[in-house]
């Protein structure tokens, strides 16, 4: 089964670091882009950035560049989202998805994670 | 960045009839590659999104014919032909045709 499953909730204090993660099952995991979106509780979703495995060369939207940092590791088919110090503004719901790393597909996000879900206290 | 606008934000409806979401874009999200990355998505209660539609018009395996996407450059259309209960849920366009990638705010289909 295709999948891509994601590390459970955190609870932490702001200032604390944190890094959680994506696992790619069921398909090569270096042929797909693996994007990283927010949505902060009771609000829409937010396009944060994107990489390919194959090089991890990410790409931000300009809100979230220098705020968080992704990465991915071939070798265990997994993607990570990482904060230095995280802000009470972090509290939210993240969902990876995948793209097939091909032409004439750039909208197409078949698969997603269910979610892991960040709480930061002040 | 491309700003993606939807209307209505909220859409009762009777189980059986139609609905339609509008989206517009404040671009034309027509590629130079000639695709037109506009994609549909739809978010049940509790659930991670789910791709419905992409390219405009195209239907993810799986997802039933009740639904259908049209229209071009700035602006465009998911509708349902007739809204079954478990199309209870928020749908959003999103267009990738530029990045940063950009959502719509959301319309959330509730039965009357």
Do not use: H
């Given at each position: 089964?295709?999948?891509?499953?994601?590390?459970?909730?955190?609870?932490?204090?702001?200032?604390?670091?944190?890094?959680?993660?994506?696992?790619?099952?069921g398909y090569s995991f270096t042929a797909y882009w693996i994007g990283w979106v927010r949505q902060v509780p009771g609000k829409g979703l937010e396009w944060m950035g994107i990489i390919y495995p194959s090089d991890s060369d990410p790409k931000y939207s300009p809100s979230f560049q220098g705020q968080v940092t992704i990465s991915a590791d071939k070798s265990i088919s997994t993607a990570y989202l990482q904060w230095s110090s995280l802000k009470a503004s972090d509290t939210a719901m993240y969902y990876c998805a995948r793209r097939l790393a091909a032409a004439g597909v750039n909208d197409v996000f078949d698969i997603w994670g269910q979610g892991t879900m960040v709480t930061v206290s002040t | 960045d491309i700003v993606m606008t939807q209307t209505p934000l909220s859409s009762p409806v009777t189980l059986g009839q139609p609905a339609s979401i509008s989206c517009r874009s404040s671009?034309?999200?027509?590629?130079?590659?000639?695709?037109?990355?506009?994609?549909?998505?739809?978010?049940?209660?509790?659930?991670?999104?789910?791709?419905?539609?992409?390219?405009?018009?195209?239907?993810?395996?799986?997802?039933?014919?009740?639904?259908?996407?049209?229209?071009?450059?700035?602006?465009?259309?998911?509708?349902?032909?007739?809204?079954?209960?478990?199309d209870v849920g928020v749908y959003y366009c999103m267009q990738a045709t530029q990045f940063p990638y950009t959502f719509g705010q959301g319309t959330k289909l509730e039965i009357k």
């Open positions: 089964e295709v999948q891509l499953v994601q590390s459970g909730a955190e609870v932490k204090r702001s200032g604390e670091s944190l890094r959680i993660s994506c696992k790619g099952s | 671009q034309s999200l027509e590629n130079s590659d000639g695709n037109t990355y506009l994609s549909w998505l739809q978010q049940r209660p509790g659930q991670p999104p789910r791709l419905l539609m992409y390219k405009i018009s195209n239907r993810l395996s799986g997802v039933p014919d009740r639904f259908s996407g049209s229209g071009a450059g700035t602006d465009f259309t998911l509708e349902i032909t007739r809204v079954e209960a478990e």
